[in-house]
């Protein structure tokens, strides 16, 4: 029999002669072979004397992985052996399409590659937690959480807003009458649209690495193929108010297009009861904070992304850039990356880089520290040291810039690895709290090593463009975003209203997405970050102005039917924090468990040795930016503040990342 359900298609495109030592295998009935024994792996050789373990968390280990630390002293297993196909993003969101659903990742089988799930991450994400029954914990292909039950107006798919609301708008005498769930075009222009702009201390760095960021942790899987002419129950389609001036040409049958999320197989459909599960998305990402954005969430994508040990670039002839080169290009220009969206703009295209660069600077050194090491060696320490340096920023200097003070009452100190922990990204977080669109500025600068404007970048104009990378190199680029102040993400710029891929308006999409995904009202998430539960639009805190809780009252029927997305943007930033209590603690609370819930975390004792997680936790994004830049010379030691030249440190005073505690003695 079949273990995983895309074993038919995995068939049908020939995958059984290809690659028939896992097929024949696992699809024994699709490939109509005998099935195969597995043979058991042999006992492990004795444990060397005078040796350290490696460098794996083994606190909290399930007994099988523990009794299997001495031989993996012996047995460094740089990569996994097969003993399943992942299917490439490609063929995943071709299977939903064909089929109209999609399968979640297949177990993996942790204990054939015992030594390498001690000391390595897998790329899907799979294996991080090694309890029976949860090695998809995190993992790449699989569903979305939710902190509450799904909201659907029939419990299980259709949208809200495709039927009258909850709330009655008034009564007559025998029948109840019901407001309509407001357009989300028309709520974006009536709340959340706005050229007026209230700058913050911070930087566009501080928008561009929380993008990055993103890209690491989550990524929804939709198959677009919804026009306005096109009719399908998968079809969330905005129709355009007639008052709308930006599609007028268009009128009057005119949309902005939106296929729904493709979801797991088994949800969403059925017979009327209650056995029926709610739709459930799919991540494609793995949740774990591990720069699968530079590496990939697969290995074959991995493999076609690297060179030996370092990562491919590509070979520009002219000085300074021969020496650190930017990604490898395809031919139609764009940076291949191992997360496909990182050319929406330039600035992060330029992030890209800096990490590509960064891993390639690490891996050459620690080359010249360990000859010994092979090059997979060198590759996969390298990433993992890449990974953990992404996770000392984003709680070191991100998030504290992000939620200010209230960081520390939603996240406690680390107390270690704790395998209880989900750390699946809930569709709060990637369809509501953070969509931070709203950080988002018209245009951003090229800046001299003075951090003196030479130049204007157009935030929608240059997306999909590396060209800019490619004839200046990121340095310009990155001063001039560290010179632009970033903006409060409470209302979104007309650039990504009004402008942004044609007939897209992101206020309007992140509203009707958290809609097509089951996300609760607003009100339904104040409870759990300690808020009280409204009971009228004017009795509202955390909305300061009048007007707007009156534009709130005049689009919905009730306060109980505000969406999420709209609800948590209006809230004033409160402690220092960019974003409202509500986002702020939804927010906090997804990077808590995926810290918590992270076996490789970089603090997890035994993962690093102590110098290494020292030398880890002084590595800066500023130091990341001098050491991978053309001739970046001097740097704010905070590369999320606004800096205009005055407070600049030459880059040599930035703290540097010292790879001495890597240098390994061979034994013998």
Known sequence: MDTHNFCPFWAAIGECPKN?????????????????????????????????????????????????????????????????????????????????????????????????????????????????????????????????????????????????????????????????????????????????????????????????????????????????????????NMPVPLHDTRFKKQQPNFCIPMTRSSVLCGTGSGRQGPGRIPRTPINENGAWIDASQVYGSNPNQAQEMRVGALLRTLPLPNPPFSAVPPPAQTESSNLVTGDNRGNLFVGLMGLHTIFVRLHNRIATTLIQLNPHWNQDRVYQETRKIVGAILQAICYQEFLPSLLGDRLKKHIPPYSGYNDKEEPAIAVEFTSGAYRLHGLIREFYQLADSSFRKIGDVRFVSNAGSVDLIVRTGTDQLIRGMMAVPTKKPQRLAPAVTEELFDVSDMGSINIQRGRDQGVRPYNDYRDICGLKRLTSFQDWPEVLEPEVKNRVAALYASIDDVDLYVGGLLEAPVDGSMVGPTFTCIIADQFRRLRDADRFFFQNPGVFTQAQVKSIQQTTLSFCICATGEDFKRINPNAFLVENGSTTVPCSSIPQLDLTPWREIPQG
């Open 20 to 236: 028939s030592k896992y097929m024949h295998r696992q699809c024994v009935a699709s490939c109509n072979v005998c099935p195969q024994k597995v043979p058991t792996p042999p006992p492990p050789p004795p444990p060397p004397k005078n040796q350290q373990p490696p460098p794996t968390s083994f606190s909290k280990l399930p007994p099988f992985f523990s009794s299997q630390i001495a031989k993996c002293l012996i047995n460094i297993q740089t990569s996994e052996t097969p003993t399943r196909n992942i299917p490439t993003r490609e063929q995943f969101e071709n299977r939903g399409f064909s089929i109209g659903c999609l399968g979640r990742n297949q177990e993996n089988s942790c204990s054939l590659n015992v030594c390498y799930h001690l000391r390595y991450r897998t790329f899907d994400g799979s294996c991080n937690n090694l309890v029976e029954g949860r090695s998809l914990r995190g993992a790449a292909f699989m569903p979305f959480g939710r902190l509450r039950p799904a909201n659907y107006e029939d419990g299980v798919a259709r949208m809200v807003g495709n039927r009258p609301t909850r709330s009655p708008l008034y009564r007559t005498t025998n029948l109840l009458i019901f407001k309509p769930m407001p357009n989300p075009r028309t709520v974006t222009h009536l709340l959340l649209s706005s050229s007026f702009v209230v700058l913050t201390i911070f930087n566009g760095l501080l928008m561009q690495f929380g993008q990055f960021l993103s890209h690491d942790i989550t990524r929804n899987t939709v198959t677009n193929f919804c026009r306005c002419e096109t009719v399908h129950e998968e079809c969330a």
